[in-house]
């Protein structure tokens, strides 16, 4: 018997080159160009904390929509990120002057490790121990 339902491939919004565009190339691009000298602290926190807040939400709204293994562990990474860059940004969390450096380099280190690293090891979409991919 045939399922009609959608492969977890198809519902991964990776997939679709807007979702991907406004879910993660977006907030990538804006916080890279808020990175240099010429804004402020200010404007780094709310574009910093947005950005990766967005980034959180689109990983977990597809680990739930297809079972993107990696989207699993990389929602709640950016998400705690994001609460990083905003305690980093009013002052909460000492960083030192270089903290938003700190937090570029962890958030690509840790993106790369959790993104490369799962699927490697676990594969690329979540499974049903049955085989039924319609629950993927």
Do not use: Q
Not at 22 to 32: E, N, Q, R, S
């Amino acid at each position: 018997m045939e399922s009609h339902m959608p492969s977890c491939e198809s519902r991964d919004i990776l997939r679709n080159p807007w979702s991907a565009f406004a879910g993660f190339w977006l907030p990538i691009i804006a916080i890279v160009a808020v990175g240099g000298p010429n804004f402020s602290n200010r404007w780094r926190t709310v574009v910093w904390t947005a950005a990766l807040g967005v980034m959180g939400v689109a990983c977990i709204v597809n680990a739930l929509r297809c079972g993107r293994r990696h989207c699993y562990l990389t929602g709640p990474f950016f998400l705690v990120m994001a609460v990083v860059a905003l305690l980093y940004g009013v002052g909460v969390v000492p960083l030192g002057r270089g903290g938003w450096n700190i937090i570029g380099v962890g958030v690509v280190i840790g993106a790369v490790v959790l993104c490369c690293g799962s699927e490697k090891l676990l594969g690329k979409y979540r499974r049903d121990p049955a085989g039924d991919n319609s629950r993927c």
